[in-house]
Nanobody
Framework: QVQLVESGGGTVQAGGSLRISCAAS????????MGWFRQAPGKKREFVAA????????YIADSVKGRFTISRGSAENTVFLEMNSLKPEDTGIYYC????????????????????WGQGTQITVSS
């Protein structure tokens, strides 16, 4: 079974930057997209970004476009989310997500197509 583990969460001042990572292990979906969702207190879980298995195509939510970047690491089944110009409204739990479906990264914005979730890592942006 696939296991997704996030790391790199923490607290940062507004305007700052932070990078979080997701490592997949076990029976991984190595040929299919991976991405990130986030959930703020009292809000629904929302899509953030996704990337193809080989890292050649990305899809970024409008709410973070121009500030966040998703990328694949040199190691297999590793995904990063670089967050810049952070705002207090970016605060929340960030979840790594994976699918075993042959879809484009934008398709992962549909939360119903996510097959595996990480436990989440807390990101707090102070004003």
């Amino acid at each position: 079974q696939v296991q997704l583990v996030e790391s790199g969460g923490g607290t940062v001042q507004a305007g700052g930057s932070l990078r979080i990572s997701c490592a997949a292990s076990g029976r991984t979906f190595s040929n299919y997209p991976m991405g990130w969702f986030r959930q703020a207190p009292g809000k629904k879980r929302e899509f953030v970004a996704a990337i193809t298995w080989n890292g050649d195509v990305t899809y970024i939510a409008d709410s973070v476009k121009g500030r966040f970047t998703i990328s694949r690491g040199s190691a297999e089944n590793t995904v990063f989310l670089e967050m810049n110009s952070l705002k207090p409204e970016d605060t929340g739990i960030y979840y790594c997500a994976a699918t075993k479906r042959t879809i484009q990264p934008m398709g992962l914005a549909n939360i119903g197509l996510v097959d595996s979730w990480g436990q989440g890592t807390q990101i707090t942006v102070s004003s």
